[in-house]
């Protein structure tokens, strides 16, 4: 028997041998891009745009990311790319300092690197395009809310997970920006959603009841909205407590026309990948060089650069006259 | 009534969070959100009736949520494709009973494992979900929400519906013959094969049921909103087995019932609502879950060597 | 008979299946060498094949396989361990904690962190052998319990990083040619695989999981071995930990989430049977390595590169090996009523 398996392995070893790879080279661009969580319909549009990009460019573009949010994941996958040899690594990062490190070795082979939606360490990428700063979005979102609450009252937000990097920023800027700007408003409770729709609705119905003086509900993360939107017009209260969030138009038509859902911000998730696929190929032909301030980007025109940050513009509000003209 | 000790004592933890609430955050017992909490609630509850007879049956199904997921999409790709309730409903519950079958025949047919396989089961099914659906949400027409009916009166049909399919399993359990081979089977299999059981068949008709009981509370659920996510059956099996365990069924098999999974489920599901009313912060909710596990578990191993007199 | 050990003939069934374990390995080696090689265009050889690829695997592997290593003493005993996956991340964030909240040196806070995780298993022990409670329970509530824990004492917020490169270099850089974190893991695989096929201890465990009152019956200290390997499993958890850590530079609450699964999976691959009493660790080894190698090679394969679908893949594949493998191992048993031999009653 053990003659048999010596047998057996030394026919493999002679395979290995024989099958060789033979592969021509292609010699096409070969840009990454990696989202935080593959199940996720805002990167599923980021790709839409991406994949646009792409067919304009003739670069060929692989899109892959944990099925899940997870750091180690993500680091794994862009050690794969790694030694893929790939061109240009674009990547929504989920753990800023944790991420960097594999962005920093790819760099040290000769891969570009750029971040999108969520940035690495400054030193770990070329450029970051950014949808909108951080504080841009936390402050766009308290003075939407502001607005919606006359400046005073009781509102509560519901996040994704208790660990998730961009909602930690945001929620980060939040804290500081809301007792200094409006002092009459109180965030009296965040819950986390973990990114599922059904429980952000509990949650919401939950919020609603615990604080019966809610004014305002407010979901940073895309499945929030409509959860908490559901939440709202379960408990009969559409038009008295206020529903805003982060959210992709088609998930959120049919609340923001009920009037339950005031206004959805977000920004043009496809455009945020197209502009990226465009910057990365850029990146590798050498075409854009750190210190420009100026970015021409195919069909979507020129856009401003800020020191490392390509900045695709402010975030953009959705609501009852605006949102049926988007399909994503 | 020392058999029932563990039903009741969960019940009487259950009354103990109720109690809490009553005095320190009495706006918990608003009608509206508690009928939505008990409402959302109902299709786990069928999930974990179907839990309960797999377990007493001394199996395990981790399998369970992915299945969820899967029924959930089926019922919603067909309901936007204009098919009717009547048509759905039964359409995800037939492929909850095919998923059911296949783990069956593994762990039936072939004599696997039963956490191994649903286990591979469980990744096969979420990964292929996955790679079909890719995440996007499925969006359905107006007239699924609520069956058509009213917001009270759905809420009242899936919570009435529930709580039938509990008495009659917590009934059948007791008084059908099939409902007593199940506990045979979990408390010593080749006693029952001798008995004139077919522990093996009944034991693949087992884990079909949990599959049909999948796919019938995945259709109890897309009526609840307009659309459906497919990740909507993460951690169900955690839930269902946690609430299940401390209900007082025993891994090993031939003992518990659904009431003290109902009993469980209800508690479990308490926590996070009330750390929201009691204003706790949310990162104390899983801590709280796995220490309620630990004390219902740890409550009833110390009664055990109690009443062993020794180690058991 | 000998009250320790697996019946002689299941010894020939065993070496039997790892030999076909390997050749799978091996096969799936060189199905990806072949499909998934390539040169870039700029006349680099990337993919599979490259030494760099065959590192990173190493190095992408040796916190899930530690955790199968720490699970394989564990399922001998027909006991099993959920928990080491949430233990992993309530190791992480103590030592991050201690090296920078309390300020200890990272040796010190290393060292101490591995006697947390030894304590974390002995509650894990303590619950499954003072007071007889099944494992799949017990662990499934510290799987919470801990993963909570771990957000409790975060906030779910806190991250530790900036850690001195010194540390890091266990994680990310090469000693002697080689990911500095595989000596590590190689030195614990050597050292269970003593434990498990060359002290009594490893008889031990597996007389348990074979028979619990016959190990009893026979004077083995069933309590005190069973809460050995549990109180083992909570030391490499926390090895894995400081791993992790090294290799991304960062401890988070959510560290090694859903690690149990797969560890699990590479255990039952491995040809260790879920009801205790039979098992080997170089069947671990060899199951960690076919699971790894499928999941790196997936992603080099271009048809799966244009799909997309590299991570869904190997999730399918996997599933559907280990289906394979507990389907083929117990093939002999259906096959033989057609062999024409005599059953007996």
Redesign the interface.
């Known amino acids: 028997?053990k003659l048999h398996?010596l047998r057996?392995?030394s026919t493999?070893a002679l395979?290995?041998v024989i099958?060789?790879?033979a592969?021509?080279?292609?010699?096409?661009?070969?840009i990454t891009m990696m989202p935080k969580?593959?199940?996720?319909?805002y990167f599923?549009s980021c790709k839409a745009g991406a994949d646009r990009a792409a067919k304009e460019l003739g670069v060929e573009l692989?899109?892959?990311?944990?099925?899940?949010s997870?750091?180690?994941?993500q680091?794994?996958?862009v050690?794969?790319w790694?030694?893929?040899?790939?061109?240009v690594i674009t990547v929504a990062t989920e753990?800023k300092?944790?991420l960097?490190?594999a962005l920093r070795?790819a760099q040290k082979q000769g891969i570009k690197v750029l971040t999108y939606d969520a940035d690495a360490l400054p030193d770990a990428r070329s450029f970051f395009v950014n949808q909108a700063t951080p504080e841009g979005i936390a402050h766009g979102m308290i003075d939407e809310a502001a607005r919606l609450m006359d400046g005073e009252g009781e509102f509560a937000i519901i996040t994704a997970?208790?660990?998730a990097g961009n909602q930690?920023e945001w929620l980060k800027h939040m804290e500081s920006y809301l007792p200094a700007k409006y002092p009459k408003m109180k965030l009296?409770?965040?819950?986390?959603s973990?990114?599922?729709?059904?429980k952000a609705?509990?949650?919401a119905?939950?919020?609603?009841?615990?604080n019966?003086n809610l004014k305002l509900l407010m979901a940073i993360c895309t499945?929030g909205t409509?959860g908490a939107a559901?939440?709202v017009k379960?408990?009969?209260k559409a038009g008295k407590v206020k529903v805003i969030g982060l959210g992709l138009p088609?998930?959120n038509k049919?609340y923001v026309h009920e009037g339950v859902t005031d206004s959805v911000m977000l920004w043009n998730t496809e455009d945020l990948g197209y502009l990226t696929v465009y910057a990365a190929a850029a990146l590798a032909k050498d075409e854009l060089k750190p210190g420009a301030t100026k970015f021409p980007a195919g069909k979507l025109g020129t856009f401003e650069i800020k020191g490392d940050n390509i900045l695709l513009g402010k975030p953009y509000i959705f609501n009852r006259t605006n949102i049926d003209r988007f399909d994503f | 009534m020392n058999r029932y000790f563990r039903e009741i004592s969960v019940t009487m933890a259950l009354g103990v969070v109720l109690l809490v609430l009553a005095v320190f955050a009495p706006a918990f017992y608003s009608p509206q959100p508690l009928l939505s909490l008990v409402t959302r609630e109902a299709p786990t509850l069928v999930v974990a009736c179907g839990m309960v007879l797999v377990i007493i049956c001394r199996q395990i199904d981790i399998s369970v949520g992915s299945v969820f997921s899967v029924c959930s999409i089926c019922a919603g790709l067909l309901a936007a494709r204009g098919w009717p309730l009547a048509g759905s409903v039964p359409a995800a519950m037939a492929v909850g009973a095919l998923l059911g079958a296949c783990n069956g025949f593994f762990v039936a047919g072939l004599q696997l494992p039963s956490i191994v396989v649903t286990l591979a089961t469980m990744v096969i099914l979420r990964e292929g979900l996955n790679l079909l659906q890719q995440g996007a949400f499925v969006n359905l027409p107006d007239r699924v929400q609520w069956f058509g009916l009213s917001q009270a009166a759905g809420q009242g049909v899936l919570v009435a519906f529930a709580l039938a399919l509990l008495v009659a399993l917590g009934l059948g359990m007791r008084r059908i013959a099939a409902g007593r081979w199940v506990y045979a089977v979990g408390t010593d299999a080749e006693a029952a094969r001798l008995a004139g059981i077919r522990p093996r068949l009944l034991t693949f008709f087992v884990f079909v049921l949990m599959g049909t009981l999948a796919g019938l509370a995945a259709a109890m659920n897309i009526v609840q909103s307009p659309q459906v996510q497919p990740a909507v059956g993460t951690g169900l099996e955690l839930k269902v087995i946690a609430a299940v365990v401390v209900g007082g069924v025993a891994i090993s098999g031939g003992r518990g019932n659904v009431w003290g999974a109902f009993a469980g489920l209800l508690l479990l599901a308490c926590v996070s609502p009330a750390l929201t009313h009691l204003h706790v912060e949310a990162y104390w909710e899983k801590a709280i879950q796995g220490a309620i596990i630990l004390l219902a578990v740890v409550a009833d191993g110390v009664r055990q060597q109690k009443t062993a007199g020794g180690h058991p | 008979m000998s009250a320790a050990g697996p019946q002689p003939g299941w010894k020939g069934v065993l070496f039997r299946y790892e030999t076909l374990l390997l050749a799978v390995v091996l096969v799936e080696w060189l199905f990806f060498y072949h499909y998934g090689t390539t040169t870039n265009r700029r006349g680099v050889v990337v993919g599979f094949g490259t030494v760099d690829r065959q590192f990173d695997i190493l190095r992408h592997s040796c916190e899930i396989g530690l955790l199968a290593l720490a699970l394989t003493p564990v399922i001998l005993t027909a006991g099993i361990d959920l928990s080491v996956g949430s233990l992993l991340g309530l190791c992480a964030i103590v030592f991050g904690k201690l090296w920078h909240d309390a300020g200890l040196s990272i040796p010190s806070a290393a060292a101490l962190t591995l006697v947390a995780g030894a304590v974390a298993g002995g509650l894990n022990a303590g619950l499954i052998t003072r007071l007889g409670l099944p494992p799949l329970i017990v662990t499934l509530g510290t799987y919470s319990l801990f993963r909570g824990l771990a957000e409790a004492m975060t906030h779910g917020a806190v991250t530790y990083t900036d850690f001195p490169a010194g540390f890091l270099f266990l994680g990310q850089e090469r000693g002697l040619g080689v990911p500095t974190q595989a000596w590590l893991f190689l030195l614990a695989a050597v050292a269970v695989w003593l434990l498990v096929h060359r002290t009594t201890f490893g008889r031990s465990f597996r007389a348990i999981g074979f028979s619990p009152e016959g190990a009893r019956y026979a004077g083995l200290p069933v309590a005190r071995r069973t809460a050995l390997v549990y109180v083992l499993a909570g030391l490499i958890a926390a090895l894995a930990a400081l791993i992790y850590t090294a290799r991304l530079g960062q401890a988070k609450a959510d560290a090694g989430t859903g690690y149990e699964l797969f560890a699990i999976t590479a255990v039952v691959l491995g040809g260790t049977s879920i009801f205790g009493g039979r098992g080997s660790v170089t069947g671990t080894l060899l199951g960690v390595a076919a699971i790894a190698v499928l999941k790196s090679g997936l992603a080099c394969l271009p048809v799966v590169m244009r799909m997309n679908a590299a991570q869904e893949m190997s999730g399918i594949l996997t599933g559907a090996l280990l289906l394979l493998a507990l389907t083929g191992s117990i093939l002999p048993k259906i096959l033989s009523p057609f062999r024409g031999r005599p059953q007996a009653g």
């Open positions: 028997m398996a057996f392995l493999l395979l290995a099958l060789a790879p592969r021509a080279a292609d010699s096409k661009l070969v969580a593959k199940g996720n319909a599923i692989l899109f892959d990311g944990p099925t899940d997870n750091a180690a994941k680091n794994e996958i050690e794969n790694i030694t893929l040899g790939v061109d753990n300092e944790g960097s490190t070795k997970t208790l660990t930690r009296v409770a965040v819950r986390p973990d990114d599922l729709k059904d609705q509990s949650e119905t939950a919020l609603m009841s615990a019966p499945p409509p559901e939440a379960q408990a009969g088609n998930e049919r």
